[in-house]
């Protein structure tokens, strides 16, 4: 078998509290949730409310890409800009 070529979007390395990540370049931000799953977006996810344990985002691109354990951190201010 011979590989003619790959179809992977264009991306661009981050660093994620302390973590070098590989993100599309499309991610405009990045967040983690309750559970410790991280999640790029490409708009600004809405700031959870009280009983919620998760980031909203309303847009076409967005998607998790990881999952980390928080080790004491609170997710609520893990939302950071790329």
Do not use: H
Request: hydrophobic share 35%.
């Amino acid at each position: 078998m011979k590989l003619i070529c790959t179809y992977s979007e264009p991306s661009k390395q981050i660093s994620y509290f302390g973590l070098r990540l590989e993100v599309p370049i499309w991610a405009q931000y990045i967040a983690t949730d309750a559970k410790g799953l991280v999640m790029i977006s490409s708009v600004k996810p809405q700031d959870p409310k009280n009983q919620d344990t998760t980031w909203t985002v309303y847009c076409e691109y967005s998607k998790d890409i990881a999952q980390v354990g928080l080790e004491g951190l609170d997710w609520k201010t893990t939302l950071k800009a790329i």
